[in-house]
């Protein structure tokens, strides 16, 4: 078999002028443009393999350190947690509110006539405020002692609103014990952490 065709001087040479052409753009299409743009991925994939390792370098030299502001930070968020009361629910944060309040105003010797709760509220930094409302009688020393057991808890606590006043049908005259009975109203707030 014989492909090989008989060609005229003039189109012997188009066809050498075409192949030269066409060889270089088909070189450039098949091989080496493939080549080059396989070689830029490699290129951006080393660099970005070089900056991992540099910054796991890093960490490795700043591991000591960085075990330490763990550990300060757990310490720091344990002192927050503390503050905090227990309960996950604001429903039975409410209650345990309610039985602080109640109990350090039985302590400090002032009559609480109704407690009610509001609503919780979202707070910042993840933190839910529950609160309550808190209307009760006792003489100024009284109502001074509770005031300052609710600040020294250990739990934190808000005392917003607070009213003092004389008490209804007390005026002008004193008791026994020659004190004065002073009617209270205040809101008293505690947090929870918000649940995720």
Do not use: C
């Amino acid at each position: 078999m014989r492909f090989r065709l008989r060609l005229a001087p003039r189109d012997r040479r188009a066809v050498t002028l075409g192949a030269i052409v066409l060889l270089p753009t088909v070189a450039w299409s098949v091989a080496i443009k493939p080549y080059r743009h396989a070689r830029a991925e490699l290129a951006a994939r080393v660099a970005e393999q070089r900056q991992l390792l540099a910054r796991e370098r890093a960490l490795l030299r700043e591991g000591p350190g960085l075990a330490r502001e763990l550990r300060d930070a757990t310490d720091g968020l344990e002192a927050v947690r503390i503050r905090l009361l227990p309960e996950r629910d604001a429903l039975a944060a409410t209650g345990a509110l309610v039985g602080i309040v109640g109990d350090a105003a039985r302590r400090r010797g002032v009559l609480i006539e109704s407690i009610e709760s509001r609503g919780a509220e979202r707070a910042d930094g993840g933190l839910v405020n529950v609160r309550i409302e808190v209307r009760g009688r006792g003489d100024l020393e009284g109502l001074l002692r509770w005031l300052q057991t609710l600040e020294t808890d250990p739990l934190l606590l808000r005392v917003d609103g607070l009213s003092v006043s004389r008490a209804g049908g007390n005026e002008g005259t004193l008791d026994s014990l020659d004190t004065e009975t002073l009617a209270l109203s205040a809101t008293v707030r505690a947090y929870i952490p918000e649940s995720r």
